[in-house]
């Protein structure tokens, strides 16, 4: 019967990453195989899996928030300025009128169209009070990023904006990058740019003024996260070693859950105004416009259910009826990654995706049923006559040279117990030589003079007559090894055989 040690890539594609030597595909993005370590009672092997869904565009699966809710443009209708010309001011934008609207939406269509598709803010019609706007993107998943994240504006770029992540579906969040004209002035943070970053300083959270400065204009219009500039601190320039990078994101967690997020907050501080002032005159120059975001990674879904009777929803319902645990557990979750469902919380000792397999250090109780709750046993393997405290099918344990019985607590003939078992040195057939004395069969006490196992060495300090000669007389009391030595390792088969 076959037993996996570790159970399939629950959260663990990360992980599998790194194991993943046998499939090196040559694109970034197409990891689809790993394998894991398996046991089984013929040994350890390998066991190979899909654990990596492809990169691919994120900003399909989001849900988009803004805050303040109403700080879309067109309701009520407004009129506002070109920005390539800001005495052009008759565009418009009505919320009611498809043609007129720029709703979240067009955030995240399908860019290529001309002219572009955008959403659009409110102007500036309570300036000096700061234009404030939260874009947040939800997941209600775990993502984790594979390329940068690329804010294109419609509008001039903002001049002071915080990019911001969760990993907890927006209860908390960090930072992931300040933008602004004037970093000192706006965060009181010197600025600094990606490439200022090295493997030690990579989760530094830094201000750059690189993709503020200008106004306007047709080919400068995108602001960055640079994911893979980052990534390329441990993968090379061209992200050839990313066997590199993988390593560290498997050992690294404080790395690992850097890129991965499960919610995004663009917020929105200070529109571009182009000039040192604000021409109060004329607000409707300022405001947001973004026509794109992309947002590249994977996405990991794992969902928990408990099948215990509750009242039910729809997916639960059809999700519980795979919930099949005999009973050790009354708890799932959905691997969307593997399209299965497993029992999570195994209890009375058992596991596996049904707990249908005993936890390590037990076996299955032959006159038990699978629902019993003693249908595990402890296999009880002695710490000290055994390799583990693992057992076979049928409780027999692996023991340690010179041990024996179902649980290694017994020795073979020519071993003595001693916190295991240990080899017979001494007895009234392998006597200690040159007066040495037999304690416990376990070790000669040699007299000063001698050494040895069996005090058959004449023991050599400083210049003493003889020492290291071999035609010295001395050299005579030395004894061939004796035959009897072997003994122990004569009688090794009986352990040896596999179990
Ligand atoms: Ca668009």
Not at 63 to 68: H, M, Q, S, W
């Amino acid at each position: 019967m076959r037993q996996p040690v570790l159970l399939l890539a629950m959260q663990a594609a990360w992980s599998c990453l790194c194991r993943a030597t046998q499939h090196y595909p040559a694109a970034w993005g197409h990891y689809d195989v790993c394998k894991s370590q398996v046991y089984t009672d013929e040994g350890l092997t390998w066991d190979y899996m899909a654990c990596q869904p492809e990169a691919g565009d994120m900003t399909k699966y989001l849900r988009v928030t803004l805050d303040p809710p109403n700080i879309t443009c067109g309701d009520p209708p407004e009129t506002y300025c070109a920005l390539e010309n800001p005495y052009m001011c008759n565009n418009e934008c009505d919320a009611n009128t498809v043609e007129l609207a720029h709703p979240p939406e067009l955030m995240f269509d399908f860019e290529g169209r001309n002219p572009t598709t955008f959403w659009q803010s409110t102007s500036w019609r309570k300036y000096p009070k700061p234009l404030l706007v939260n874009i947040t993107m939800s997941w209600n998943k775990t993502i984790e990023l594979t390329d940068d994240i690329v804010i294109t504006f419609e509008s001039g770029r903002p001049e002071q904006m915080v990019l911001e992540k969760s990993l907890d579906y927006g209860r908390t969040w960090q930072p992931y990058q300040f933008y602004a004209t004037d970093c000192l002035d706006a965060f009181t943070m010197d600025p600094k740019t990606v490439q200022d970053l090295t493997q030690h300083t990579l989760l530094d959270i830094i201000c750059t003024e690189d993709y503020s400065r200008g106004y306007v204009w047709k080919y400068d219009k995108t602001v960055r996260f640079e994911i893979k500039d980052r990534f390329a601190l441990f993968a090379g320039p061209q992200l050839h070693n990313m066997a590199s990078l993988y390593g560290q994101l498997d050992t690294t967690k404080n790395l690992r859950d850097f890129f991965t997020i499960t919610d995004l907050r663009i917020r929105l501080l200070r529109p571009a105004t182009g000039a040192t002032m604000v021409d109060e005159n004329n607000l409707s120059r300022y405001f947001y416009a973004i026509s794109d975001i992309k947002v590249q990674g994977r996405m990991h879904t794992q969902l928990s259910l408990t099948c215990d009777g509750r009242p039910w929803t729809r997916a639960s319902l059809l999700l519980c009826k795979d919930c099949e645990c005999f009973g050790h557990s009354n708890r799932c979750s959905y691997i969307e990654l593997l399209n299965t469902v497993i029992c999570v919380s195994c209890k009375h000792n058992t596991r596996g995706q049904h707990c249908q397999l005993c936890k390590l250090g037990y076996y299955r109780n032959a006159t038990a049923e699978l629902d019993d709750k003693n249908v595990c046993l402890e296999c009880k393997c002695d710490p000290f006559g055994s390799e583990s405290d693992r057992c076979n099918g049928t409780g027999f344990c692996k023991c340690k040279e010179g041990a024996t019985g179902p649980k290694c607590t017994e020795c073979q003939p020519g071993y003595l117990w001693n916190n295991g078992c240990k080899s017979r040195v001494c007895d009234e057939l392998l006597r200690c030589q040159n007066g040495g004395v037999c304690h416990n069969n376990l070790r000669c006490q040699c007299p000063a003079a001698f050494t040895g196992l069996l005090c058959e060495k004449p023991r050599c300090e400083g210049e003493a007559a003889g020492c290291g000669d071999p035609d010295s007389g001395q050299a005579a009391l030395r004894l061939p090894p004796t035959p009897l030595l072997l003994l122990p390792l004569l009688l090794a088969p009986a352990w040896a055989a596999p179990l």
